[in-house]
């Protein structure tokens, strides 16, 4: 135990807590990333994780029928992989609307 290798830092899989997103189609009910259901947020750092290569996405397909828009974040990798819907709350627009 004890964590620290010599090779290599060691980054933890932990996403940043400040993301925040909403359900498609419910604007307003914004939530931040650790309120996700559990299954939700693991096909979100699963898709942070991922390498790059692909187009960022607009919105975040959970297996279990949920979708969600990230509406802000400061975390690069989520900022990479995502579109972030900034919404009207904070006067943005939906693009893809
Ligand atoms: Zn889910």
């Given amino acids: ?24 189609g419910e604007p307003e009910r914004e939530i931040y990333v ?30 279990c029928g949920r979708k969600w828009r990230v509406t802000s974040s400061l975390d690069g990798r989520i900022l990479d992989r995502f579109v972030t819907h900034g919404g009207p709350r904070v006067g943005g627009s939906y693009p893809a609307a």
């Fill in 34 to 63: 650790w309120s996700l259901p559990a299954c939700c947020l693991r096909s979100l750092k699963e898709t942070a994780m991922s390498e790059a290569g692909e187009r960022r996405r607009l919105e975040l397909e959970c297996s």
């Fill in 1 to 24: 135990m004890g964590g620290e290798t010599a090779r290599g830092r060691k980054r933890k899989s932990a996403l940043r807590p400040d993301t925040a997103l909403v359900p498609v």
